[in-house]
């Protein structure tokens, strides 16, 4: 059955230093069918390869259809394929009255290589992505950059959808839509509010009712403003960050900060915090994503008790995540972090425990993360990071309880090579 095409649409928020309040919009208006992008598949896309084996099924939760964006598995249609070879084709772009400052290219190595880097490291070499620029000069826009009418919680339209397809226009004589699996527009920095101010960029994700180049419909679009310079002086080495934060949208992926900001689920996440230090996924998005084979994934649903192995989740093979079912929807993930590969900021390695609803959409807190050790302020120092869940982690000797769901989690021994072992009880 075809999925109902969906629009979705996902602000971001400004930096943790900054005062003002963030807001989260996600936007949905029933829609006209469409054919996504060539690279996306009707069914699960955002999950092509997904691992699944009969043992996992009671783990695969889903939320009700009414959400947008959810952290069920398998991921909704319409999504760009998180597996393999995605091609990204990114244009530059500037106006009248912003108009582009230096070399457009410059603007493209804010985030690249960084960018596919990133992702290589995070989905251990599954996705090799490619950013591609047929296009190395800033691309004018017809109208100035104010009369786009572009604010912070524009929906597709009006503005966006004219901007689109001003953009689809002046590429369109270089650029063939129907090669690329997802469009990065990379706007002139000075188009805009500072990102310190109000946070622009966007992603309109898995919406079939795009306007429509060559044929195929800009599904999967992330838009990028500003730069999300805190002034530390670590632009060169974080500000690329909030693109994989985007183009995580274009995967599926929800965001975890809240309008309260990122108390949920802290740096744990890049679509919980995409400022400061650098920092990788849950191992629930990366099984999510395709990026876990079904032998590193184990679904605690069996009563009694049961041991598992966890290896460090940054680092290739071995068992990354144990799910602990609730019921349909809910669930407990457990994955053991430590500093290395994308998680240059962890200062108290362990094993992370938090709570997947896929009935919460993008935004309203669809992961919570919980806190070995509420009230201590946290272990890190360093800057734009929720400084309360750094130390979140339970170490060996600490255990988790849930008594109304007959669930207790003893963090049972870690061995000389940092390998842990979780023991689940369910009563
Ligand atoms: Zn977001």
Wanted: one cysteine or more.
């Amino acid at each position: 059955m075809q999925p109902q095409p969906r629009r979705r649409i996902c602000k971001r928020r400004a930096a943790a230093l900054v005062s003002v309040t963030a807001l989260t919009f996600a936007v949905s208006t029933s829609a006209g069918t469409g054919r996504p992008w060539p690279g996306s598949s009707t069914t699960g896309s955002g999950s092509a390869a997904l691992a699944r084996s009969p043992a996992l099924t009671p783990c695969l939760i889903s939320g009700a259809s009414a959400v947008q964006m959810s952290e069920g598995i398998p991921t909704a249609g319409g999504y760009a394929h998180s597996t393999g070879t995605v091609h990204a084709l990114t244009l530059m772009v500037d106006f009248s009255d912003a108009p582009g400052q230096g070399d457009a290219l410059d603007r493209f190595h804010e985030f690249f290589p960084q960018t596919q880097n990133w992702f290589r490291t995070a989905s251990y070499g599954r996705l090799d992505y490619r950013p591609e620029t047929p296009i190395t000069h800033w691309l004018r826009m017809p109208k100035s950059f104010k009369d786009y009418g572009i604010e912070r919680g524009a929906p597709f339209d009006p503005g966006y959808r004219g901007l689109v397809q001003d953009i689809v226009a002046a590429a369109d004589p270089t650029v063939d839509f129907q090669d690329y699996d997802l469009l990065n527009v990379l706007m002139t920095p000075n188009a805009g509010p500072s990102a310190l101010d109000t946070v622009l960029s966007v992603t309109f994700a898995g919406n079939a009712e795009a306007p429509v180049a060559d044929g195929v419909p800009i599904a999967n679009a992330s838009f990028v403003y500003s730069r999300q310079d805190d002034g530390s002086g670590s632009y060169d080495h974080t500000g690329f960050r909030v693109l994989p934060h985007e183009n995580g949208h274009i995967f599926g992926l929800p965001d975890l900060y809240t309008p309260e900001g990122g108390g949920a689920v802290g740096h744990w996440d890049i679509m919980s915090e995409d400022w400061g230090a650098d920092n990788d996924l849950l191992g629930w998005h990366k099984w999510k994503l395709g990026w876990l084979d079904p032998s590193q994934v184990s679904c605690a649903s069996r009563h009694g008790s049961t041991e598992y192995p966890l290896t460090p989740l940054a680092t290739e093979g071995g068992p990354k995540l144990i799910f602990v079912p609730l019921d349909g929807r809910t669930g407990y993930a457990l994955e053991l972090r430590t500093q290395a590969g994308n998680d240059e900021s962890v200062c108290r390695p362990g094993i992370l425990i938090y709570k997947v609803n896929a009935d919460v959409d993008t935004g309203s807190g669809p992961v919570k993360v919980y806190d070995a050790h509420r009230n201590s302020g946290g272990c890190t120092r360093s800057p734009n990071i929720q400084a309360e869940l750094s130390d979140a982690p339970f170490a060996p000797g600490e255990s988790f309880r849930d008594p109304g769901a007959g669930i207790r989690i003893d963090i049972a021994a870690a061995d000389l090579d940092g390998n842990y072992r979780v023991r689940v009880t369910r009563t």
